[in-house]
Protein backbone atom coordinates (compact mmCIF):
# COMPACT_ATOMS: atom_id res chain seq x y z
CA UNK A 1 0.00 0.00 0.00
CA UNK A 2 0.72 3.91 -0.37
CA UNK A 3 3.34 4.81 2.42
CA UNK A 4 4.49 8.40 2.92
CA UNK A 5 7.67 9.34 4.28
CA UNK A 6 8.75 13.28 5.67
CA UNK A 7 11.44 14.63 6.61
CA UNK A 8 12.83 16.04 8.92
CA UNK A 9 11.28 15.00 12.20
CA UNK A 10 11.96 18.55 13.51
CA UNK A 11 13.71 21.88 12.20
CA UNK A 12 14.62 24.81 14.13
CA UNK A 13 15.06 27.94 11.95
CA UNK A 14 16.24 31.63 12.68
CA UNK A 15 12.93 34.39 12.01
CA UNK A 16 13.26 35.57 8.90
CA UNK A 17 14.81 32.47 7.03
CA UNK A 18 13.16 29.70 5.44
CA UNK A 19 12.00 26.57 6.41
CA UNK A 20 11.85 23.79 3.85
CA UNK A 21 10.06 20.20 4.85
CA UNK A 22 10.20 17.40 2.56
CA UNK A 23 7.79 14.21 1.36
CA UNK A 24 8.10 11.01 -0.63
CA UNK A 25 5.24 8.72 -1.44
CA UNK A 26 5.38 5.26 -2.56
CA UNK A 27 2.69 4.76 -5.20
CA UNK A 28 2.26 6.50 -8.37
CA UNK A 29 -1.38 6.23 -8.43
CA UNK A 30 -1.57 9.24 -5.51
CA UNK A 31 -2.86 12.47 -6.91
CA UNK A 32 -3.72 14.54 -4.03
CA UNK A 33 -1.12 16.06 -1.60
CA UNK A 34 -2.30 18.38 1.03
CA UNK A 35 -0.31 20.13 3.92
CA UNK A 36 -1.99 20.45 7.27
CA UNK A 37 -0.50 22.61 10.10
CA UNK A 38 -1.52 21.66 13.90
CA UNK A 39 -0.78 24.21 16.54
CA UNK A 40 0.00 22.73 19.80
CA UNK A 41 -3.29 21.65 21.57
CA UNK A 42 -5.52 22.57 18.12
CA UNK A 43 -6.80 20.61 15.01
CA UNK A 44 -5.02 20.46 11.98
CA UNK A 45 -5.99 22.76 9.68
CA UNK A 46 -5.03 22.77 5.63
CA UNK A 47 -2.63 25.25 4.48
CA UNK A 48 -2.15 24.26 1.08
CA UNK A 49 -2.21 21.37 -1.17
CA UNK A 50 -1.47 20.60 -5.00
CA UNK A 51 -2.72 18.12 -7.33
CA UNK A 52 -0.69 15.85 -9.68
CA UNK A 53 -1.70 17.77 -12.83
CA UNK A 54 0.56 21.01 -11.10
CA UNK A 55 4.50 21.30 -10.55
CA UNK A 56 4.28 24.23 -8.05
CA UNK A 57 1.65 26.32 -5.91
CA UNK A 58 2.42 29.15 -4.30
CA UNK A 59 -0.15 31.33 -1.78
CA UNK A 60 1.70 33.87 0.27
CA UNK A 61 5.06 32.77 2.21
CA UNK A 62 4.16 29.22 1.28
CA UNK A 63 4.53 27.13 -1.59
CA UNK A 64 4.24 23.41 -2.58
CA UNK A 65 6.30 21.80 -5.27
CA UNK A 66 5.41 18.51 -6.87
CA UNK A 67 8.22 15.86 -9.02
CA UNK A 68 5.84 13.16 -9.79
CA UNK A 69 8.87 11.54 -11.28
CA UNK A 70 10.71 11.06 -8.23
CA UNK A 71 7.42 10.85 -6.42
CA UNK A 72 7.98 13.90 -4.00
CA UNK A 73 6.64 17.06 -2.30
CA UNK A 74 7.80 19.57 -0.38
CA UNK A 75 6.82 22.33 1.54
CA UNK A 76 8.24 25.76 1.38
CA UNK A 77 7.97 28.61 3.99
CA UNK A 78 9.79 32.01 3.50
CA UNK A 79 10.16 35.01 5.53
CA UNK A 80 9.54 32.86 8.39
CA UNK A 81 7.60 33.92 11.97
CA UNK A 82 6.96 33.50 15.28
CA UNK A 83 3.52 32.57 13.97
CA UNK A 84 4.98 29.94 11.57
CA UNK A 85 5.83 27.68 14.72
CA UNK A 86 3.88 24.17 14.73
CA UNK A 87 4.16 20.76 13.37
CA UNK A 88 2.81 20.22 9.96
CA UNK A 89 1.81 17.14 7.91
CA UNK A 90 1.84 16.08 4.01
CA UNK A 91 -0.17 14.03 3.40
CA UNK A 92 -1.14 11.96 -0.15
CA UNK A 93 -4.37 10.05 -2.07
CA UNK A 94 -5.61 8.81 -4.36
CA UNK A 95 -7.89 6.94 -6.44
CA UNK A 96 -8.71 2.90 -6.37
CA UNK A 97 -5.84 1.56 -8.23
CA UNK A 98 -2.72 -0.67 -8.05
CA UNK A 99 -1.27 0.66 -4.88
CA UNK A 100 -4.05 1.28 -2.91
CA UNK A 101 -6.24 -1.67 -1.25
CA UNK A 102 -8.94 0.00 -0.62
CA UNK A 103 -10.35 3.53 -2.49
CA UNK A 104 -10.17 6.79 -1.07
CA UNK A 105 -7.28 6.41 1.62
CA UNK A 106 -6.01 9.03 2.96
CA UNK A 107 -1.87 8.65 4.46
CA UNK A 108 -0.21 10.98 6.13
CA UNK A 109 3.78 11.91 6.92
CA UNK A 110 4.69 11.37 10.97
CA UNK A 111 5.24 15.04 10.72
CA UNK A 112 8.00 17.80 11.30
CA UNK A 113 8.11 20.05 14.16
CA UNK A 114 8.78 23.33 13.14
CA UNK A 115 10.48 25.79 15.50
CA UNK A 116 11.29 29.37 14.89
CA UNK A 117 13.73 31.25 16.39
CA UNK A 118 13.11 35.00 17.14
CA UNK B 1 -20.70 28.16 11.67
CA UNK B 2 -19.29 25.77 9.47
CA UNK B 3 -18.05 22.72 11.72
CA UNK B 4 -17.24 19.43 12.82
CA UNK B 5 -18.05 18.73 16.42
CA UNK B 6 -16.89 15.93 18.26
CA UNK B 7 -17.80 14.84 21.73
CA UNK B 8 -16.58 13.72 24.08
CA UNK B 9 -13.45 16.21 24.05
CA UNK B 10 -11.83 14.04 27.14
CA UNK B 11 -12.56 10.94 28.55
CA UNK B 12 -10.71 8.30 30.84
CA UNK B 13 -12.25 4.84 30.96
CA UNK B 14 -11.25 1.56 31.96
CA UNK B 15 -10.56 -1.76 29.44
CA UNK B 16 -13.25 -3.38 28.70
CA UNK B 17 -15.80 -1.16 28.67
CA UNK B 18 -17.78 -0.02 25.21
CA UNK B 19 -17.83 3.60 24.22
CA UNK B 20 -18.67 5.63 21.97
CA UNK B 21 -17.22 8.89 20.36
CA UNK B 22 -19.49 11.18 18.32
CA UNK B 23 -19.13 13.24 15.39
CA UNK B 24 -21.30 15.31 13.53
CA UNK B 25 -20.69 17.51 10.94
CA UNK B 26 -22.57 20.66 9.21
CA UNK B 27 -21.62 21.08 6.22
CA UNK B 28 -23.11 18.76 4.09
CA UNK B 29 -19.93 17.05 3.20
CA UNK B 30 -20.34 13.37 1.68
CA UNK B 31 -16.69 11.80 3.10
CA UNK B 32 -16.03 11.12 6.77
CA UNK B 33 -13.31 9.77 8.66
CA UNK B 34 -11.11 8.88 11.30
CA UNK B 35 -7.88 9.12 12.69
CA UNK B 36 -5.64 8.69 15.81
CA UNK B 37 -2.57 10.89 16.13
CA UNK B 38 -0.22 9.06 18.22
CA UNK B 39 3.95 10.82 18.43
CA UNK B 40 6.17 10.37 16.03
CA UNK B 41 2.98 8.66 14.15
CA UNK B 42 1.16 10.87 12.67
CA UNK B 43 -2.19 10.80 11.61
CA UNK B 44 -3.17 7.11 10.97
CA UNK B 45 -6.61 6.69 9.09
CA UNK B 46 -9.20 3.84 11.03
CA UNK B 47 -11.96 4.09 9.35
CA UNK B 48 -13.70 6.80 6.36
CA UNK B 49 -16.91 6.94 4.83
CA UNK B 50 -17.71 7.59 1.07
CA UNK B 51 -21.53 8.33 1.59
CA UNK B 52 -24.29 7.05 3.75
CA UNK B 53 -23.80 3.26 4.72
CA UNK B 54 -20.63 3.37 2.74
CA UNK B 55 -17.82 2.58 5.16
CA UNK B 56 -14.48 1.05 4.58
CA UNK B 57 -11.16 -0.02 6.61
CA UNK B 58 -8.36 2.37 6.77
CA UNK B 59 -4.99 1.78 7.76
CA UNK B 60 -5.61 0.69 11.30
CA UNK B 61 -9.33 -0.36 11.77
CA UNK B 62 -8.60 -3.00 14.27
CA UNK B 63 -10.80 -2.26 17.68
CA UNK B 64 -13.16 0.11 16.20
CA UNK B 65 -15.96 -0.17 14.18
CA UNK B 66 -17.92 3.05 12.43
CA UNK B 67 -20.94 3.85 11.78
CA UNK B 68 -23.37 5.94 8.99
CA UNK B 69 -26.56 5.80 9.17
CA UNK B 70 -26.83 9.58 8.72
CA UNK B 71 -24.72 12.08 6.56
CA UNK B 72 -23.86 14.06 8.85
CA UNK B 73 -23.25 12.09 11.94
CA UNK B 74 -20.08 9.43 11.70
CA UNK B 75 -19.67 7.81 15.48
CA UNK B 76 -16.59 5.55 16.21
CA UNK B 77 -17.17 2.63 18.51
CA UNK B 78 -14.65 0.61 20.96
CA UNK B 79 -16.73 -2.14 21.82
CA UNK B 80 -14.08 -3.43 24.36
CA UNK B 81 -11.36 -0.67 24.58
CA UNK B 82 -7.56 -1.81 25.75
CA UNK B 83 -4.51 0.48 26.66
CA UNK B 84 -3.30 0.36 23.05
CA UNK B 85 -6.00 2.56 22.07
CA UNK B 86 -4.97 5.35 24.65
CA UNK B 87 -4.72 8.27 21.29
CA UNK B 88 -5.58 11.66 20.49
CA UNK B 89 -8.42 10.49 18.19
CA UNK B 90 -9.66 13.39 15.36
CA UNK B 91 -12.46 13.03 13.21
CA UNK B 92 -12.84 15.21 9.83
CA UNK B 93 -14.85 15.66 6.72
CA UNK B 94 -14.60 16.59 2.84
CA UNK B 95 -16.81 17.79 0.45
CA UNK B 96 -16.68 14.98 -1.65
CA UNK B 97 -13.79 12.56 -1.20
CA UNK B 98 -10.08 12.07 -0.84
CA UNK B 99 -9.11 14.50 -3.06
CA UNK B 100 -10.54 17.39 -1.23
CA UNK B 101 -9.29 19.28 1.91
CA UNK B 102 -10.42 18.02 5.32
CA UNK B 103 -11.85 19.44 8.02
CA UNK B 104 -10.92 18.35 11.37
CA UNK B 105 -12.96 18.09 14.67
CA UNK B 106 -11.24 19.54 17.80
CA UNK B 107 -10.28 16.02 18.69
CA UNK B 108 -11.20 13.62 21.57
CA UNK B 109 -8.00 12.50 23.89
CA UNK B 110 -8.78 9.09 25.17
CA UNK B 111 -7.30 7.48 28.11
CA UNK B 112 -7.72 3.54 28.37
CA UNK B 113 -6.55 2.57 31.92
Known amino acids: GENVEQHPSTLSVQEGDSAVIKCTYS??????FPWYKQELGKRPQLIID?????GEKKDQRIAVTLNKTAKHFSLHITETQPEDSAVYFC?????????????????FGSGTRLSIRP | EAQVTQNPRYLITVTGKKLTVTCSQN?????MSWYRQDPGLGLRQIYY???????DKGDVPEGYKVSRKEKRNFPLILESPSPNQTSLYFC????????????FGDGTRLSIL
Open chain 2, 92 to 103: ASSFSSWDQPQH
Open chain 1, 27 to 32: DSASNY
Open chain 1, 50 to 54: IRSNV
Open chain 1, 91 to 107: AASGPLGAGYSSASKII
Open chain 2, 27 to 31: MNHEY
Open chain 2, 49 to 55: SMNVEVT
